[in-house]
């Protein structure tokens, strides 16, 4: 099963498309996670395309999608932990590195799945689904919307559609919705809403690292990225927590050529000893360094696509 998924993969990377998996499993058998065969140094498929672990060769360069639909452990929870994007299914989903039966074996400790890995675990506390939905049809939907953002791969631009939103469209509503008084606390996802397409935006991780908002829409047509701090949480302030999703979402978009958009209200970077155990320095540096690396990945690719555009010409 493992080189199959990874011959799809491949194909997927080499003809560069995205790549949706649907999962749903309860782990490896223990006779295929042995040794070399499991950590992808196995021969590779018989046309020479994939190995087992090709998850890697393709990260950043074709999107990989993940929608749990159902009770996913192991390498299915692996697989989700390496896409660009990955939704699951409230109520009837759930993902975890091991099911209760391996936990009781392995610590002795009786467990639950939900407690392991629901989706209201993930929603709020880790951070790892980017949207959970209430059920499998608004995690298939998601997907699709996902999709229709994103090019098929990093070595094209984000499909432009016309919305019927006009670039020139002036928001009446921000000049209220900001308050003049620094220290009234306002929903900035209002004002993300009055500013993108039509209002729709397609959040990550909306009830993780609430202070923060992450997401994709399009503005005058073009798909974009959101990065904005909520001062309706904790006044906006940066914390770990923030800096981790932004990150991330941040490497997203630059790999697959989607301009990031920064809305920013904010007193700072959180302090203190709690702080500084929880590696907040390490994290804000991060954090700079990712926005640097991101303005000089942003002119390579610039220069990339002049060039094909000279050369297709």
């Not at 040794?35 to 395309?49: K, L, N, Y």
């Not at 990955?86 to 074996?105: D, E, I, K, N, Y």
């Not at 809403?193 to 202070?211: F, K, M, T």
Request: charged content about 20%; aromatic content about 6%; hydrophobic content about 40%.
């Amino acid at each position: 099963a493992n080189r199959k998924a990874a011959y799809v993969r491949g194909l997927a990377h080499r003809h560069g498309y995205p790549f949706v998996l649907l999962l749903e499993s309860s782990a490896n058998r223990f006779q295929s996670m042995m040794g070399a065969q499991f950590a992808g140094d196995a021969e590779p498929s018989a046309d020479g395309t994939a190995p087992p672990r090709a998850d890697w060769m393709a990260e950043g360069r074709s999107p990989m999608v993940c929608a749990v639909l159902g009770t996913a452990l192991g390498a299915a929870s692996f697989q989700t932990m390496d896409a660009e994007f990955s939704c699951l299914a409230g109520g009837t989903a759930a993902m975890a590195l091991a099911g209760p039966p391996v936990v009781q074996g392995g610590i002795g400790v009786e467990t639950t799945t939900e407690q392991l890995g629901s989706g209201e675990l993930h929603a709020t506390t880790t951070g790892f689904i980017d949207h959970v939905a209430d059920d499998e049809d608004g995690c298939l939907d998601a997907v699709r919307r996902f999709l229709q953002l994103f090019p098929d791969n990093s070595r094209e631009l984000p499909p432009r559609v016309c919305t019927g939103d006009p670039a020139e469209r002036r928001s009446e509503e921000l000049t209220s919705l900001v308050p003049l008084d620094h220290r009234k606390p306002y929903d900035m996802r209002r004002v993300v809403e009055a500013v993108v397409d039509h209002g729709e935006l397609l959040e990550s991780r909306p009830r993780y690292a609430r202070n923060i908002i992450c997401g994709w829409a399009r503005i005058d047509g073009w798909s974009v990225g959101i990065i904005a701090n909520q001062p309706r949480h904790l006044g906006g302030i940066v914390d770990v927590k923030a800096v981790v999703k932004a990150v991330r979402f941040a490497q997203v978009c630059n790999a697959y050529n989607i301009p990031l958009v920064f809305l920013q209200d904010q007193p700072g970077f959180i302090v203190g000893p709690d702080s500084e155990r929880e590696g907040a320095l390490r994290q804000v540096v991060r954090l700079m360094n990712t926005r640097s690396e991101e303005h000089t990945s942003e002119l390579q690719s610039l220069a990339y696509l002049v060039c094909r555009l000279l050369l297709e010409k």
